[in-house]
């Protein structure tokens, strides 16, 4: 690998890259059309909604679990310098190599230098949505490297060239017949059946060749553990436990945020975690290690921290709890517009209520200015996470500073949300201007009303409404003019 | 009792019909009824919009106007959490010392409609009659944050001559939420389709709910797709006593 190779080949572009992504509105629209991508969401989240359901029921004690597992995680933001350090230490004396990155650039830059020590010419991966955020596969491909998925979605996205919509069950988008298309076809495998058990033994055929023949893994982290330096990973299928055991040299990407203090707090993450995510008891592998040990798995074992904005959400008193969260995706399981939607419209590897707030928090406010607003504020979001975050409450903060940060860009006055909205406030200060506002809307509206009083189509924003709702025209009598009328005389005003 | 009226500003504009339910059934149940004619809106628009300033001024608004109340009722879900969840942030951010003390004062004293019957009057059967085939969408609000739980169940099942019809998926969100309708109107209507799906699929002759806002949403779209079916807030309900009265929309 030289560097000529990396100034020659440029990264492929995601289109899951904030920056680049068109706004939620435009980018769901495609998808809405998508009878089988609305289906195989709406399928799949209904499925892991009702296990979780039935095992938080199950557990007596799910509302004290809740509380401790978000008292943990705020104790660890409170004192995430701490235990960063505390985390650096240990590991560093168990013989890991922690390294700290604070953008996407520096990560990217600080892998591959490890990786060119290491002569790599290709690498093994487990699952990290990490990664994804700072694309570190096309740019190790860009870069000459040959990067190998695992996990049994990451190796279906890759192979179909396809994107993540989901952080926990990344191509939950997809159904089986459409796996085995890809399976088939990129695996040269004529007359391989959807049964998905053929399918685990085609991908554990394409596997096994990668994980005897690369010596040199990436993966991410579920939890980092101060007190003793350990790193956890959590997983279904065990590739991620073949990916931190047979090779020689293993990296581990992790946001700054998943330190916990404690080891024994696992008792209380892993439960929470496992039932959130895939409605299990305990998910099937759990994997811990500290740092390496002579003659057992990894000899070479890197840590690299990335910043890439946290700190900057750690900062702001409202936002900071965005940082609690333990990616279970329990939230966009139950989120009635990813349900319609699936990930990709959110034009991030964290799509869901969580990337709605996530997402435009990592970009500093500058890209992903339609995620805050993509949600109606149902709520279901803060019901379901197990640690507790208040994303409706994050969200309209978000929406606010938004709101604040077009104050000075004169298009708002064209948008007619902003131009209403300021109406709105003005009208609303005296009960007068109001009485006002309901004759003359009423009047206005009596042009676009049908003779049997509804009103099927309008113009500007209301033909947003109109175009898939009537709406009942103004009655002829507000409720204050009927009371007016009735009472006035009597009590009206006290 | 005495009890002051929040009528909400798109309940007084739009659907006077429940106002004039509320009204009719709280003073057939004895309470003492008073309307503040300068009463406007709570800021909810406002604030879920992103606009924290305008919100502000008219929670302030709403404060002080209410200050001396006995107690306020309120017929719509949303805009009571607006006051419960979002006001203490706004004063807190914005306010005074004064209006936290005097907002402090009032919270305990402001009630959503259903909470104020069974909570406040210990009462479940109104003496309603309404002899159709009902089925009761429990806003987002109203789950979530009033946590209004069984009680307009409660209310429901002593209402004599109706049926009680058990919509499926019952606190999923019907995709209303207010500007997001017309800024994702597109997700907003697949939403909704899904939702009024699960309506439809009662075979109700209404669909109530205790916030106007979803029922517009639904109501609209049940108009605009002929389907034989209506929505009516559940004041309107709780107010009928005779099979004369025919209430609903769409």
């Known amino acids: 690998m030289s560097e000529s190779v990396t100034e020659r080949l440029s990264p492929k572009r995601s289109r899951l890259d904030p920056e680049f992504a068109p706004p939620f509105p435009e980018a769901a629209l495609p998808i809405l059309r998508d009878p089988q991508v609305r289906k195989n969401v709406a399928h799949a989240t209904d499925v892991i909604q009702a296990k979780r359901g039935k095992l938080v029921i199950e557990k007596t004690d799910w509302r004290q679990l809740r509380e401790a597992a978000s008292a943990i995680r705020s104790h660890a933001l409170e004192n995430l310098g701490a235990y960063l350090e505390e985390f650096e230490l240990r590991c560093t004396a168990a013989g890991g190599i922690v390294h700290w990155a604070s953008d996407a650039g520096e990560a990217r830059q600080i892998i591959l230098e490890l990786l060119r020590q290491e002569n790599a010419s290709s690498v093994i991966k487990i699952k990290t949505m990490t990664s994804a955020e700072i694309q570190l596969n096309s740019h190790l491909q860009a870069a000459g490297v040959e990067v190998f998925e695992t996990d049994l979605a990451e190796i279906i996205l890759q192979l179909g060239d396809e994107e993540p919509s989901h952080i926990v069950v990344p191509a939950l988008h997809m159904n089986r017949s459409q796996v085995r298309e890809i399976f088939s076809r990129r695996m040269g495998l004529e007359g391989l059946s959807d049964d998905p058990e053929a399918l685990t033994a085609a991908a554990r055929n394409y596997l096994r060749d990668k994980f005897l023949k690369i010596p ?27 990916c931190l055991t047979v090779p020689r040299t293993l990296i581990t990407l992790a946001g700054i945020e998943k330190v916990l203090p404690r080891f024994r707090d696992l008792e209380v993450m892993l439960q929470v975690l496992a039932r959130s995510a895939t409605g299990e008891r305990m998910n099937p592998y759990t994997s811990m290690w500290t740092g390496i040990k002579p003659d057992d798995g990894p000899q070479h074992f890197h840590v690299v921290l990335l910043d890439n904005g946290r700190s900057s959400i750690l900062a702001r008193k409202t936002e900071r709890q965005t940082l609690k969260c333990i990616r279970c995706a329990a939230c966009m399981n139950t989120c009635p517009v990813y349900r319609q939607t699936g990930g990709h419209a959110y034009g991030s590897v964290y799509p869901g209520p969580i990337g709605a707030i996530l997402t435009p928090q990592l970009e500093r406010m500058k890209h992903a200015q339609s995620l805050p607003f993509a949600s109606s504020l149902c709520g279901a ?36 949300i902003y131009l209403g909205m300021k109406v709105a406030s003005f009208v609303f200060q005296k009960a007068w201007r109001f009485r006002m506002a309901q004759l003359l809307g009423r009047k206005a509206l009596r042009f676009f009303t049908r003779r049997d009083g509804w009103i099927h189509s309008l113009p500007s924003l209301g033909a947003k409404w109109t175009q898939t709702r009537d709406l009942r025209g103004f009655p002829d009598q507000t409720f204050r003019g009927w009371w007016a009328a009735e009472r006035g005389s009597r009590n009206g005003r006290v | 009792m005495r009890a002051s009226l929040f009528i909400t500003c798109y309940n007084d504009t739009l ?26 809106c709570c800021g909810q628009m406002h604030a879920n919009t992103g606009f924290r300033g305008e919100a502000f001024s008219l929670a302030k608004r709403f404060i002080q106007l209410y200050g001396q109340t006995e107690l306020v009722v309120i017929p719509s879900s949303s805009c009571v959490a607006m006051i419960r969840d979002q006001y203490p942030g706004l004063i807190e951010e914005l306010g005074s010392d004064s ?27 109104v003496n309603a009659y309404f ?67 699960d309506v439809v699929s009662t075979d109700a002759e209404y669909c109530t709910a205790l916030d106007n806002s979803c029922l517009m949403h639904l109501g609209g779209a049940m108009h605009r797709q002929y389907q034989g079916m209506k929505v009516i807030h559940l004041a309107e309900i709780l107010a009928s006593t005779d099979s004369s009265l025919k209430g609903g929309r769409g």
């Open chain 1, 216 to 242: 040199t893994a990436i993966g991410g982290a579920n939890f980092l553990i101060a007190e003793s330096g350990s790193v956890v990973v959590v997983e279904s299928e065990g590739n991620g436990r073949m």
């Open chain 1, 381 to 416: 979001c803060y019901e379901v996470c197990p640690v507790k975050i208040n994303i409706p409450e994050v969200l309209i903060e978000l929406r606010a500073q938004v709101v604040d940060g077009e104050r000075h860009n004169l298009k708002r006055l064209l948008d007619p």
């Open chain 2, 15 to 40: 659907f006077p019909e429940t106002g004039r339910a509320v009204v009719k059934l709280l003073e057939r149940l004895g309470i003492e009824l008073d309307f503040r004619t300068e009463q406007t």
């Open chain 2, 99 to 125: 209006l936290r003390r005097e907002f402090a004062a009032l919270l305990p004293r402001i009630y959503e409609l259903s909470e104020f019957l069974i909570d406040q009057l210990n009462l479940e059967d």
């Open chain 2, 131 to 197: 002899p159709h085939r009902v089925t009761y969408h429990a806003s987002c609000h109203g789950v979530r944050s009033l946590h209004l739980g069984d009680r307009p169940y409660r209310l429901l099942s002593r209402v004599r001559g109706l049926t009680l019809l058990t919509l499926p998926n019952v606190d999923r969100c019907c995709g209303f939420g207010g500007t997001f309708s017309v800024k994702n109107a597109d997700v907003s209507s697949a939403m909704l389709a899904a939702k009024l799906q």
